[in-house]
């Protein structure tokens, strides 16, 4: 990529106006507006106009502010959302920051308003000309720059940072997804040990798919994993590393809010181990379905233990109680009738209601399957889920959500 290539991904001030005049709009309409025009670029003043688009969805903060660029579309796909980034950046403690992966620059971003310094590295040259921008925009004076592979940078720099930040790309040499450590790049189980010479703290953004145990096993020195939890999904675990920690890790399950607060239900593999299970004997009138940073992590009985429930079965991860619990983190539901799981329990259902969602824990058949046995059309607040009790039977209970 040379310098006239970089030059060409930046908008110039006429197509910057553009960007900024038609942003919120359908690009496709937008390069239909401009497809006469011979001073800008009708199809990359479109594609930014999209960039903005999402930005505005994800990272609402930038885009209040004018002048920014993205160098090709997937950047934005794969940065962080702002709410996660500013949780994350609760992990650096200040001193030295160095990002070895720097993309859109979304973690470091946020993550360098906790340090005096910041090194951002990117091997992608149009990626590291859109951060220099786009920082400048934003005002950012503390950060560095430099267009280097993670790999050659480890390999060549000999200074000391008080945390260094990596996010392997999850994408294959053909494009395709990846999430196994080794299938990443960095390799940073290969890596590890290296970034704990050069920092004390390593924090490394991994794929929720990744087996929590076997990622302990794999990495050295690590203090703490968190599943973070937003929008109802799980959208990373991270992984710090702190240099010369032995022992058994803290497991966190971080529930973050739009604001980036995180509430965190932080405890050790052997607390779980240990804790008294709490088991229901029936199916009472409430019940709660663990969000799914918590279905990651696993702490079931700590969970049961914290917050007073109890669950249908050591298997079957809902829990149920005669009362409601506003703060129960996961969803909450009204059970309004409990059915067999057989003929008579399906026609008796299908009396009750003909629209309900499906949900299936710890049941023979999948939610798919059980649905076309029901026949239900779909609905966003009436629930029903396939569970196993604690004596083996098979029930449909049928829920009203309440949040």
Not at 77 to 106: F, H, I, M, Y
Not at 218 to 243: F, H, I, N, T, W
């Amino acid at each position: 990529m040379t310098e006239t290539d970089n030059l060409q991904q930046v908008p110039t001030p006429d197509e910057q106006k553009l960007i900024w005049e038609f942003r919120g709009q359908e690009p496709h309409g937008v390069a239909l507006r401009l497809r006469k025009s011979h001073t800008v670029r009708p199809s990359f003043v479109a594609e930014q106009v999209g960039g903005w688009n999402r930005l505005a969805v994800k990272v609402p903060m930038w885009a209040e502010h004018d002048g920014l660029y993205f160098p090709f579309p997937v950047a934005i796909q794969q940065c962080s959302s702002e709410a996660v980034a500013r949780w994350r950046a609760g992990l650096v403690g200040g001193g030295s920051l160095l990002d070895l992966t720097g993309g859109l620059g979304v973690d470091c971003f946020f993550m360098g308003r906790n340090a005096e310094s910041v090194t951002y590295v990117d091997a992608d040259a149009r990626a590291v000309a859109a951060a220099q921008n786009n920082f400048s925009r934003l005002g950012v004076t503390n950060t560095s720059f430099v267009c280097s592979t993670a790999e050659d940078f480890l390999t060549t720099s000999n200074a000391h940072y008080d945390t260094i930040f990596i996010d392997p790309s999850r994408r294959s040499n053909d494009g395709g997804r990846v999430f196994r450590v080794a299938d990443c790049s960095p390799d940073v189980e290969k890596w590890a040990g290296r970034m704990l010479d050069l920092a004390d703290v390593v924090i490394i953004k991994l794929s929720p798919l990744l087996d929590v145990s076997l990622l302990v096993g794999q990495l050295p020195s690590v203090a703490d994993v968190y599943a973070l939890g937003a929008g109802g999904e799980c959208k990373d675990l991270v992984v710090r590393l702190m240099r010369g920690c032995v022992g058994e890790p803290r497991l966190h399950a971080v529930s973050v809010s739009d604001g980036g607060e995180g509430e965190d239900f932080a405890f050790t593999k052997q607390e779980e181990e240990e804790a008294e299970p709490c088991v229901a004997d029936a199916i009472a009138d409430y019940l709660f379905e663990p969000s799914p940073q918590f279905m990651k992590m696993s702490p079931f009985k700590l969970l049961g233990q914290r917050y007073g429930v109890r669950a249908l079965s050591s298997s079957t991860h809902i829990f149920i109680n005669s009362a409601d619990v506003p703060d129960f983190p996961g969803r909450r539901f009204r059970v309004e009738a409990v059915y067999e799981n057989g003929k008579k329990g399906f026609a008796a259902l299908k009396k009750a209601t003909d629209r309900a969602a499906i949900a299936v824990r710890n049941f023979p058949i999948s939610a798919e399957a059980l649905r076309a046995k029901l026949k239900m059309k779909e609905d966003d607040n009436s629930f029903v889920f396939g569970v196993t009790l604690k004596s083996g039977e098979q029930k449909l209970v049928l829920c009203r959500r309440l949040g």
